[in-house]
């Protein structure tokens, strides 16, 4: 038994003062029982908390961390950068720098706007849509997290889904009626709505590889389908890389499944821990936002120096600093390919691991994201997901915890491998798993 005396009055004394004593729901341990654990330090695959205990970590910070926490050359730029002021409200040079990078690494995107968050870039890409096309509705998928954004809260994954409370109170129904929602990997429904809203449909906002209600696959040709079908009705297609981006692959899973959306987004990994967003696409649609258009969009912050360095660091040790002489694709990469490799190491070892215990398990893995849903059947979709058994989650959760192994605090979420992972690392991680899934 792990003894968390610290976290534990840490969290008393937060419940006080923060609604649930968090600043970010799923952080609350609602999907898993028990009280969150406080961390003061992280380097590389683990991350300790005020107790002294330390953990292998495959939350990674929900996904920026794909270099593990502290990395050297990140902290470096941020102590650069931080001596030279920690925001101006003018242009800085780092913004220049990271625009070329994304748009050199993600060939969709020709021209890029930094936000602060993911929630601030998927509700400007929807934004940017419906200025662009001159219409109202979208079409999202349930499960799918596009950020918290009014029109976008709407059956929304991993949060919203903890809570047994797809939608949020707060969201007049007259903005939500402008939102449609569909089951991802299925067609005949997408080919209905358009039919039924003819000439109505802004865009289609997904997540190319969904990863907030676990982690689920498009089926082959399902994202060949939604181009298709938007470019047929007039409608954009926007990709949600928050989570994707730079983490399948240099050019995010529209690389890995080549496919070219108009408008995508990214966040995460381009912060390298910082708070940011971005999103870009075709010129045409990006010269709509103001100053150049009628779209507005702003922020005081936005394309801050200290976040700026943190994600050009992060991206650079990703696929090296040439990469604005020579785009690099993910085999070209060092660290994808380890990422690959380690990920395979883990869904073969998590298979074994169930296999032996004699437990259901659905292990969905894409590049270094992953999901074990504890259900014997295929998972494709939110419902397929919400077959899986969420005691044994629980149960799963609090022993890899006490085995020093932290996965995300719920079932409904996906890990994240980091090059920061050993193969050492993986190996406890397997032997925990096995020796838990035993006691079912
Ligand atoms: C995390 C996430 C967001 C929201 O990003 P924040 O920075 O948390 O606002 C949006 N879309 C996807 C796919 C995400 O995973």
Redesign the pocket.
Same mark, same amino acid.
């Given at each position: 038994m792990i003894l968390r005396a610290k976290s534990e009055a840490l969290f008393a004394e937060a419940l006080d003062y923060i609604p649930g004593g968090v600043n970010s729901p799923v952080r609350a341990f609602r999907a898993v029982g028990g009280k969150p654990f406080f961390v003061n330090k992280a380097k590389g695959c683990r991350v300790w908390d005020v107790d002294g205990n330390d953990y292998i970590d495959y939350v990674g910070t929900? @996904?920026p961390a794909i270099l593990g926490h502290a990395h050297p050359k990140i902290i470096a730029a941020v102590k650069t950068a931080a001596d030279h002021g920690t925001s101006f409200g003018i242009p800085n040079p780092f913004e220049v720098t990271m625009a070329k990078l994304i748009c050199s690494l993600v060939p969709s995107v020709a021209k890029v706007r930094m936000t602060n968050?993911? #929630? +601030?870039a998927?509700m400007s890409a929807i934004r940017l849509a419906r200025g662009f096309t001159k219409r109202d509705k979208i079409i999202k998928f349930d499960g799918?997290? $596009? @950020? $918290?954004g009014d029109s976008l809260l709407v059956k929304a994954g991993s949060g919203a889904l903890t809570f047994g409370n797809p939608d949020s109170a707060g969201v007049p129904a007259d903005f939500a009626k402008h939102t449609i929602v569909l089951p991802f990997n299925e067609t005949e429904p997408v080919k209905a709505a358009f039919a039924a809203n003819k000439n109505e449909i802004a865009c289609i906002i997904v +997540?190319p590889v969904p990863?907030?209600a676990g982690l689920y696959l498009p089926k082959p040709g399902y994202l060949e389908f939604l181009r298709k079908i938007t470019q047929e009705n007039g409608a954009l297609l926007i990709f949600?890389e928050?989570?994707t981006g730079f983490r399948l692959a240099p050019g995010g899973a529209q690389e890995r499944f080549g496919i070219t959306p108009d408008i995508s #987004?990214f *966040?995460?990994i381009i912060g390298g821990g910082l708070p940011v *967003?971005a999103f870009g696409g075709r010129a045409d649609i990006m010269d709509h936002l103001a100053p150049l258009g009628p779209v507005y969009q702003a922020g005081t912050l936005s394309g801050n120096p200290l976040a700026m360095a943190a994600g050009i660091a992060n991206m650079q040790e990703l696929v090296g600093r040439n990469v604005l002489i020579a785009p690099r694709r993910a085999e070209d990469c060092p660290p994808y390919r380890r990422l690959e490799l380690l990920g395979a190491r883990l869904e073969a070892g998590m298979k074994d691991a169930a296999k032996s215990a004699g437990v259901p398990v659905t292990f969905n893995r894409c590049g270094s994201m992953f999901c074990g849903y504890f259900t014997g059947e295929p998972v494709w979709n939110l419902a397929d997901a919400m077959k899986s058994d969420r005691e044994r989650f629980k149960k799963f959760f609090h022993g890899m915890l006490d085995a020093g192994v932290y996965l995300a605090p719920s079932q409904f979420e996906a890990g994240f491998i980091s090059t920061a992972h050993s193969e050492a690392d993986l190996e406890w991680t397997l032997k925990a798993a096995a020796g838990v899934m035993k006691t079912f």
């Open positions: 929900w @996904g968050s993911g #929630t +601030e998927c799918c997290y $596009h @950020g $918290h +997540e990863g907030n949600d928050v989570m #987004t *966040g995460k *967003g």
